[in-house]
């Protein structure tokens, strides 16, 4: 995405309440699609855990209005389809392809969500982004910022986009949270949280070993050793993740990787301060600050 970013939100609309020390004012909380269905081998959506995830967001919308953008990842139905994309190279509108399946994740959504009683509406961002030809990349999020106005969850997922040249190219899910930064109703810092099937960047090629648990956006160069090769994954996997977190986090954001937990107490502290998260909850953290010397050693990386 260009640097150079234009943002046509609206004003807010009313005063909203005060946001306590430590909390964000918005939470975009993005849904990886490792955690949703199997994409290395049957292929298959697993409505049930998208069921359990839309319980845990509606027990966390009720108690903070207004205040979430759901993003679902494409999981198995985008994964092949995005493998193709990129291997159309002589199609420059072969990206159109992931709108359908990318719709039929947020609908599966939509559906499980609003059986929980929430007012989920799937918003395609192809009509939020447009990349002009001087390098500007203009975002218009007034209905994003209008649905959670209203007490209403936007619903989002990876998509196509128009690029400076005319063409289209992917938007990959986890770059989608840079498209609603603006967009936030609450005062207070943007917290990005991305659930995964593993904890955060680990600091060895195996999912049990301690994870990094702070990351300067501004050096990734640092990381990029502990990043896990995996050419089959369409969306780059974990360097891909950092790489647009990062991006984020350098336009003010406070964003998160972490293991998701569909379970009952799974999602109850992604509002709470981060000092405040359970000691039993590892995630890496990815915000422009100074880390204190208790969070990163110079031992984590090397």
Avoid at 125 to 153: C, F, K, Y
Wanted: charged fraction near 20%.
């Amino acid at each position: 995405m260009n640097a150079a970013v234009a943002s046509t939100a609206p004003a807010a609309v009313d005063a909203p309440a005060p946001v306590p020390d430590g909390e964000p004012g918005l939470l975009v909380l993005k849904v990886g699609g490792s955690l949703l269905s199997d994409k290395r081998h049957s292929g298959q959506t697993d409505h049930a855990a998208i069921d359990a995830y839309a319980a845990q967001v509606a027990e966390l919308l009720a108690t903070h209005p207004g205040r979430i953008v759901l993003v679902t990842g494409g999981g198995a139905l985008c994964h092949p389809v995005g493998l193709r994309i990129k291997a159309a190279k002589d199609d420059p509108y072969a990206a159109v392809a992931l709108t359908e399946p990318a719709f039929r994740m947020r609908w599966a959504w939509t559906t499980a969500l609003r059986a929980h009683g929430v007012r989920a509406v799937p918003l395609q961002t192809t009509s939020m982004l447009n990349e002009l030809p001087d390098g500007t990349t203009v975002t218009e999020t007034g209905v994003v910022s209008r649905l959670l106005a209203e007490g209403a969850l936007p619903v989002l997922s990876s998509d196509c986009v128009v690029t400076a040249a005319g063409t289209l190219r992917i938007l990959s899910s986890d770059d989608v949270p840079g498209v609603v930064l603006d967009a936030a109703v609450a005062p207070g810092p943007v917290r990005v949280v991305a659930l995964t099937d593993v904890a955060g960047i680990h600091l060895a090629q195996d999912p049990e070993s301690p994870v990094l648990p702070y990351l300067d956006p501004d050096d990734l160069a640092a990381v990029r050793r502990l990043f896990w090769d995996d050419a089959w994954d369409a969306t780059g996997a974990m360097e891909g993740k950092v790489e647009a977190l990062a991006a984020h986090a350098r336009r003010g954001a406070e964003c998160l990787i972490t293991r998701g937990d569909s379970g009952p107490d799974g999602l109850r502290h992604l509002f709470a301060p981060l000092d405040a998260w359970p000691r039993d909850v590892p995630r890496t953290l990815i915000r422009r600050r100074t880390p204190a010397a208790t969070e990163l050693s110079q031992e984590d990386l090397t």
